[in-house]
């Protein structure tokens, strides 16, 4: 309980330097609260601080407090139990992020944007076969290989994604992947990818791939193969994506002729 009293004092005191007091002492702690427990920071069944803890936190008075809370139950955000204390009701759901597949290459940079990423490594070697093959390679040429983890803005992982790319001279940095969208680095080494193709499928969580997703190992991930297509129509990157389907979706719109 005094980590989540420490956390809502955090969002209180940034709180402070924003409209929000302009209203009434009640609505403020009330809105703290409430955000706490839309967004899951306070989980659903959770015990509620306290009338008490409130007041001596926020430095308010018990009324400003039991009107606070008063006004979550009216909601019913949280049901309130003489003797047992108050728990949450609300039941938090994490909004998976949704990728269209029209204007592809449009949406993946967008994507990006709005996104945490975790560059796990880079590294410049020389590809298992079936990349080589891909690539068009010969046994002793080079490709960048990148496993990345990417987060939602709330900072919960959705995606690992382990890439082979050709033709890189610059920019495939972690500092640099972090902070810049890689397709945006692809464009910026000259090559300009036309075509983009896409298998989607299923596969099993490995224990690696479980961790850095935050899932149970063996649970169900959507898995995508994407090959992209330069200018002269050949393979220049091999993108394997690995998705917790709770957090990411595909979504497609078909026209019937």
């Known amino acids: 309980m005094s980590e989540l009293l420490t956390s809502l004092k955090s969002e209180w005191n940034l709180a402070q330097g924003s409209a929000l007091t302009r209203v009434p002492l009640y609505h403020q702690l009330y809105s703290v609260l409430k955000d706490s427990i839309l967004n899951g920071t306070i989980e659903f069944d959770a015990q509620m601080p306290t ?6 936190t926020f430095d308010v008075s018990r009324i400003t407090a039991k009107r606070a809370m008063d006004e979550l139950a009216a909601e019913n955000l949280i049901a309130r139990f003489r003797g047992k204390g108050s728990h949450v009701t609300y039941q938090y759901t994490p909004k998976p992020v949704r990728a269209p597949l029209v204007g592809m290459l449009e949406n993946l940079a967008e994507m990006g944007k709005h996104s945490i990423v975790l560059v796990k490594s880079v ?3 020389v590809p298992p076969a079936d990349i080589r093959e891909r690539l068009g390679l010969n046994e002793r040429e080079t490709a960048y290989k990148l496993v990345r983890v990417r987060s939602n803005e709330e900072g919960e992982p959705y995606a690992y994604y382990v890439s082979w790319t050709k033709g890189i ?25 036309t075509k983009i193709e896409q298998v989607l499928s299923a596969e099993n969580a490995s224990v690696r791939v479980s961790q850095d997703l935050d899932v149970e190992p063996g649970s169900a991930l959507l898995s995508i193969r994407r090959q992209s297509h330069n200018e002269s129509g050949e393979v220049v990157d091999v993108l394997d994506c690995l998705y917790n389907p709770k957090r990411f979706q595909y979504s497609m719109v078909l026209s019937v002729d």
């Open 51 to 56: 009338e008490q803890q409130l007041a001596a």
């Open 123 to 125: 590294e410049e070697v």
């Open 169 to 193: 001279t610059k920019g495939f940095t972690k500092k640099n992947l972090e902070k810049t969208p890689r397709l945006n680095v692809i464009r910026d080494n000259g090559i300009k990818l």
